[in-house]
């Protein structure tokens, strides 16, 4: 599934993974990640930088 709208994503996934520029930031669990930090990675930032 690809989509923006981050309910349906988290609704809908058990896993996310999250692509900038081509390249993919990170693949996280939506029942351990805030939408915060899936934003943060959606704006270039890596899973390994977002604080837990």
Known sequence: ?????????????DRIAVLYGGKIMGIVDPATTTREQVGLMMAGVGAEDVEA
């Open 1 to 13: 599934m690809i989509s923006e709208d981050l309910d349906e994503v988290f609704g809908l996934s």
